[in-house]
């Protein structure tokens, strides 16, 4: 039983402090983006298009109706 | 539009890792490193499917900030079993392989629902928005484990000197991830971070390809048999 709940208390651990290691690190809250496997450029994020007008998505097609995604079915 | 750089690292990120896993064959090492290889191949795998995908569709498509994406969230699962795959190899002897296990998809499976909560609140583009995210907190993850693997290898006297190297490699590339995080939080305009993270992404294949060529099974470090004698 104290074995499992050593186990439990070390992941806590190790999560809270990677969660607050990047809340440390994140210091003005801008959240980047950093990506680091694999090779090839990282292209921009859908949410964070400086401050220019963010492109169509194939899910946000101008006015018309939105088509259900394919994971929301 | 991309340069002659940006081909020049994607390509020889991709021929540095099929390397590395080439080097884990020859060293005849690949089943002993097993999770280690199959990041490598994955990572291969995936830089190469991410150029198909490049030509097919272009930069600046959905196609490509998808596939790269969520491409890049299961090649930091995988980061992320390899570095459990490194705990197995220290910790194996003592017989905590079950506690181990069990650790290691608790923590998964924390930082899966931690990533939930923070996206929680956003409803567009909510699938996209969790791997992004699970990406990242599985990172910072990675940098907090490989602190605590490699104080537990000093605490242990650790000298199995291909182990030490991997794991030092592993050091050295997430303590760069979380610098270059921070140091991308201040200054988002220098032009440097287009190349960055290429750079982080050759530095563990060139590290442990060195690891298997050069460094024999059986080398261990002088110095930690040194301090272990010294201390008795």
């Excluded at chain 2, 182990?163 to 995080?181: E, P, R």
Aim: hydrophobic residues 50%; aromatic residues 16%; charged residues 10%.
């Amino acid at each position: 039983m104290n074995r499992w709940l050593a186990v439990v208390v070390i992941v806590l651990l190790v999560l809270a402090s990677a969660v607050g290691l990047r809340n440390v690190v994140n210091a003005n809250g801008q959240t980047p983006v950093v990506m680091a496997n694999g090779g090839g450029p990282i292209p921009p994020t859908p949410w964070s298009n400086g401050g220019g007008p963010i492109p169509p998505t194939p899910w946000s097609n101008g006015g018309g109706p939105i088509p259900p995604t394919p994971w929301s079915r | 539009m991309l340069g002659p750089t940006d081909y020049l690292l994607w390509f020889l990120t991709a021929f540095l890792e099929a390397g590395a896993v080439v080097c884990a064959l020859r060293a005849k090492c690949f089943g002993r490193y097993f999770v280690l290889g199959v990041y490598m191949a994955a990572a291969f795998l995936l830089t190469a499917g991410r150029y198909i995908v490049f030509l097919h569709f272009g930069f600046s498509s959905d196609q490509y900030l998808y596939f790269y994406y969520y491409s890049d969230a299961l090649l930091t699962i995988c980061l992320y079993f390899a570095l459990m795959g490194l705990y197995f190899q220290v910790f194996g002897e003592m017989g905590a392989k079950t506690s181990l296990r069990v650790a290691a998809m608790l923590l998964l499976a924390g930082t899966a629902l931690v990533s939930y909560f923070i996206i929680d609140s956003s409803r567009d583009r909510m699938i996209t928005r969790f791997v992004v995210e699970l990406s990242q907190n599985l990172y910072f993850v990675g940098v907090v484990l490989t602190y605590l693997l490699w104080g537990a290898m000093l605490k242990l006297r650790e000298t199995r000197t291909r182990l030490i190297q991997l794991v030092l490699a592993l050091g050295v590339y997430f303590s760069a991830f979380a610098g270059c995080y921070a140091l991308r939080n201040l200054h988002p305009e220098w032009q440097i971070w287009r190349y960055v993270s290429h750079l982080m992404a050759i530095w563990l294949p060139v590290a442990w390809s060195y690891t298997f060529l050069k460094i024999p099974e059986e080398a261990r470090l002088a110095t930690a048999r040194l301090a272990a004698t010294r201390s008795r």
